[in-house]
DNA sequence: AGTGATTTGTGCGTATGTATG
DNA sequence: CCATACATACGCACAAATCAC
């Protein structure tokens, strides 16, 4: 593993967006397909809470780059599903 | 959505405050019913911080309007159900 | 049909840091 | 100093949906 897909809890950048920054770029590089690991294997694999997990899962949603659903679990949307147009995120 | 259903933060009131009043006025008029928005959504439709929402619901449930049930959510209490004899908060 | 495991949804508690009045 | 308020971040428990058997 990379040094550049390492959370650092001393950063500025608070750890659940670096997670999300991280998951962003292997999704658009197109690495991770399908299903997401677990919320709890991503906060074993990151060392994260599940506060931050889930937080940075929100922000990929609100992107429309993945999608949750209870009890089946997050899968990528596939890049023709993406909006790409309008990044609602101005901020 | 009428003003008066938006937080003021230049009030004098504090804003959790203000969002116990609105909730308030919503269930008294039987606007809402059975499950309240989730905090997450709370703080993203009123614009405030988890702390000002718990502190907002915190009122209403001493105040027996409002049940937050561990796991499932918050739930307005039917008015049948409601404490009408002593409101403990006036304001 | 039923039982248990998995996974997300939700709430509760607590803590730290920053900022304002 | 203290209350208000937001952001971040950890932990736990329970519910609900789904899956696997």
Same mark, same amino acid.
Do not use: C, I, K, R
């Given at each position: 593993m990379a040094v550049t897909d390492a959370i650092d809890?001393?950063? /500025?950048? /608070?750890v659940y967006k670096q997670l999300a920054a991280i998951l962003r770029r292997r999704i658009e590089a197109g690495d991770l397909v399908g299903r997401l690991p677990a919320e709890a294997d991503l906060m074993e694999i990151y060392g994260l809470g599940r506060d931050s997990v889930r937080k940075g899962l929100t922000l990929l949603k609100e992107a429309g780059l993945i999608e949750s659903v209870q009890g089946r679990g997050t899968f990528v949307v596939p890049p023709d599903q993406r909006p790409k147009g309008e990044p609602e995120s101005s901020e």
């Open positions: 809890h001393d950063a /500025p950048t /608070p």
